[in-house]
């Protein structure tokens, strides 16, 4: 006999434990039965409409911060302001910006920076108990309310040619700057002369705060860049593709105070990230060729900042 066909001997006292082990888990016949019964009644049981509730959407609830309020009064939630510029964001400067070109009634809310809006961004505002937000949607809300369209006597090639020149400044060189603020914080929070203890509202001490603040928010830049794709790229080519925007832009612009001549239109005022170079008070190379290439925008610039301060 080959040892493949070699019977193994069969152990007894396993098969004893086996047969053991099969009638421990044995039920009795009512037992099998009233399980069988309980089984049957689950589905019915969640078939059952008192049993099942419908998903509730989640809601998201605008809360009002500024109350009582004033009817038709605007008020501005954004981030507080630096020795240099009205605020380092220039979300935030074109929001404000657009309010004082425009005449519109509003408020500065000193909210020490505690408050965001629904989406946890800045800026947004607060108008007859009613919270809106993201600059785009806050100046169009806005305008349809007040009667401000600034954009009525543009014709169809302007309207695109300012959309353009707008998705540029917007999801482009905004993110070119963003990237370099992610890389150097320091400088970032230097060049604005911004306060890193009074912005986030502790009450722990400077250095550490600063220390803190260079670290947190230079990752978290960085990531936004990156996120978006710009932050991928070697710093070089960063700042090449930067510089190409503000040679585009110069040759939009050109010597004219606004983009369309001497009166603005909603594009004028996304050049609020270009002011976010001017006002910068340390050397950088986009400050650099803005002064050189835009001297009667910088002019203006000059003079709307300098009164708002």
């Known amino acids: 006999m080959s040892t493949q066909d070699k019977v193994e001997p069969i152990n007894i006292d396993e098969s004893k434990d086996e047969k053991l082990e099969l009638i421990k888990n044995e039920e009795p016949v009512g037992n099998q039965e009233e399980k069988m019964e309980k089984e049957t009644e689950k589905p019915e049981e969640a078939k059952s409409p008192t049993k099942t509730k419908p998903a509730k959407p989640v809601l998201l609830k605008s809360a009002v911060f500024k109350e009582p309020y004033e009817t038709d009064v605007v008020y501005l939630y954004q981030f507080s302001r630096t020795p240099v510029i009205p605020s380092p964001s220039a979300y935030c400067l074109k929001v404000e910006t657009w309010l004082r070109i ?27 108990g009613e919270q809106i937000a993201d600059s785009a949607v806050i100046i169009n809300k806005l305008g349809e309310k007040f009667g401000k369209n600034l954009d009525e006597e543009l014709t169809s090639e302007q309207k695109a040619l300012a959309h353009s020149a707008a998705s540029m400044l917007e999801n482009h060189l905004h993110w070119v700057d963003t990237w370099w603020r992610g890389r150097y914080p320091d400088q970032m929070l230097a060049g604005y002369k911004i306060d890193p203890k009074h912005f986030s509202g502790t009450k722990l001490p400077a250095p550490l705060v600063n220390f803190v603040a260079k670290f947190t928010l230079g990752r978290k830049l960085s990531k936004k ?33 606004f983009f369309f001549g001497s009166q603005p239109t909603l594009v004028s005022f996304d050049s609020s990230f270009l002011e976010e170079f001017i006002f910068f008070s340390l050397d950088r190379t986009a400050k650099r060729v803005i002064l050189r290439s835009f001297a009667v925008y910088k002019l203006r610039c000059r003079l709307t900042i300098d009164n708002s301060l």
């Open 102 to 128: 425009c005449g519109i009634k509003y408020e500065n809310v000193d909210h020490k920076m505690r408050y965001r809006s629904i989406y946890g961004q800045l800026p947004f505002i607060e108008l007859n």
């Open 225 to 257: 860049a990156r996120a978006i794709g710009i932050g991928v790229q070697k710093p070089e080519e960063i700042i090449e593709s930067g510089k190409t925007d503000l040679d585009q832009l110069h040759f939009l612009l050109g010597e004219k105070c």
